[in-house]
Antibody, heavy 119, light 110 residues
C-alpha cells in the first residue's frame, strides 16, 4: 500500500525558512518522479516543483523559483522541499505527489502539511 | 503560465451526465496529451480520475471519461451519484517544463 506522509509544516514569519519532508513507502520510490503541489486556504491547486526519479532534473513554478529547492534521498525514501524567503502568499497546505505512468500525472498524494507565513 | 480555464460550477441530478471543460493554449493542453483530472472532496487530498487525456486508473469507475479537442479538454461523468459532489481540477504539462492546473470546478449533485 502506497503511503506518503508530509511533515515539517508550521507557522513561520515572513522572510523565514522551513523544510518540508515527505516519507514514502509501499512502492519503489527511487524509480518515480515526485512533485510538490500546494493549496492556499479555500483556493485551488497550484503546482510547486518537480524532481526526476534520480534527481537529475528539477523544475519549479515561477512563483517559487530561486526561493524553494526540491530534493530527494532515495536511500531514505524521502522527498524534501526547502523553502526560503517565505512570503504571506506561500501560506498553503503542501502536498507531495507520486507520479503515475508519465512524469506529469499523480496517482497518490499525501495528506498535506500546513505552512502558515505570518508575523 | 496562466491557469487553465474551468467553469466555476456545474450541477446535475442523480443519474444525469455532466461535462466539465478545461481550456488552455497551444503550449499546454493543445500540444501535449498529458492532461489529468482530479477529484477533491472537502478536507481531503485530490484523487486521480483521468490521466493522459482519456485513460482511467485502475479502480476508477467507467462513468468517468476524458477527451480533448484543440486547446480544450473535457471530463464527462455519467450516471451522476451523490458521492460525485466535489471539486474537480484539470492539469496539463506545458512547453516550459511546468505543470498548470485549472481553477477548479465545484460539482453539485442536485
Amino acid at each position: 500500500q502506497v503511503h506518503l506522509v508530509e511533515s515539517g509544516g508550521g507557522v513561520v514569519q515572513p522572510g523565514g525558512s522551513l523544510r518540508l519532508s515527505c516519507a514514502a513507502s509501499g512502492f519503489s520510490f527511487s524509480t518515480y518522479a515526485m512533485h510538490w503541489v500546494r493549496q492556499a486556504p479555500g483556493k485551488g491547486l497550484e503546482w510547486v516543483a518537480f524532481i526526476r526519479y534520480d534527481g537529475s532534473k528539477k523544475y519549479y513554478a515561477e512563483s517559487v523559483k530561486g526561493r524553494f529547492t526540491i530534493s530527494r534521498d532515495n536511500s531514505e525514501n524521502t522527498l524534501y522541499l526547502q523553502m526560503n524567503s517565505l512570503r504571506a502568499e506561500d501560506t498553503a497546505v503542501y502536498y507531495c505527489a507520486k507520479t503515475y505512468t508519465s512524469e506529469w500525472g499523480f496517482d497518490y498524494w499525501g495528506q498535506g502539511t500546513l505552512v502558515t507565513v505570518s508575523s | 503560465q496562466s491557469a487553465l480555464t474551468q467553469p466555476a460550477s456545474v450541477s446535475g441530478s442523480p443519474g444525469q451526465s455532466i461535462t466539465i471543460s478545461c481550456t488552455g493554449t497551444s503550449t499546454d493542453v493543445g500540444y501535449y496529451d498529458y492532461v489529468s483530472w482530479y477529484r477533491q472532496h472537502p478536507g481531503k487530498a485530490p484523487k486521480l480520475m483521468i490521466f493522459d487525456v482519456n485513460k482511467r486508473p485502475s479502480g476508477v469507475s467507467n462513468r468517468f471519461s476524458g477527451s480533448k479537442s484543440g486547446n480544450t479538454a473535457s471530463l464527462t461523468i455519467s450516471g451522476l451519484q451523490a458521492d460525485d459532489e466535489a471539486d474537480y481540477y484539470c492539469s496539463s504539462y506545458t512547453s516550459i517544463d511546468t505543470l498548470v492546473f485549472g481553477g477548479g470546478t465545484k460539482l453539485t449533485v442536485l
